[in-house]
């Protein structure tokens, strides 16, 4: 399942609630994860994973080519841990 209404559709199946209300829930979902997100704070979907902040020092590389030196500046990214529910079923 890639596309959102396969999701809402499977979704809707199994609990035998309308697309609309399971569409409103999955919209709710996104906007608490991304404005947790936005405060740096984490979200965790209990015994799946966790969705968290983190920050990336700088550090210099050399262009393969040219072997000249860059800078990559400090700056934070996101990032997905997986718990060991979810790993296992791999």
Not at 43 to 66: N, Q
């Amino acid at each position: 399942m890639r596309k959102r209404k396969e999701i809402v559709k499977a979704i809707a199946n199994k609990t035998e609630l309308s697309e609309a209300i399971i569409n409103e829930v999955l919209n709710g979902l996104v906007d608490v994860i991304i404005n947790q997100i936005k405060k740096k704070e984490s979200f965790e979907m209990y015994g799946l994973f966790k969705i968290y902040v983190t920050e990336v020092k700088a550090r210099t590389y050399r262009h393969i080519i040219t072997k000249l030196p860059y800078v990559i500046k400090t700056h934070n990214t996101v990032r997905i841990k997986a718990y060991k529910k979810l790993k296992d079923l791999v």
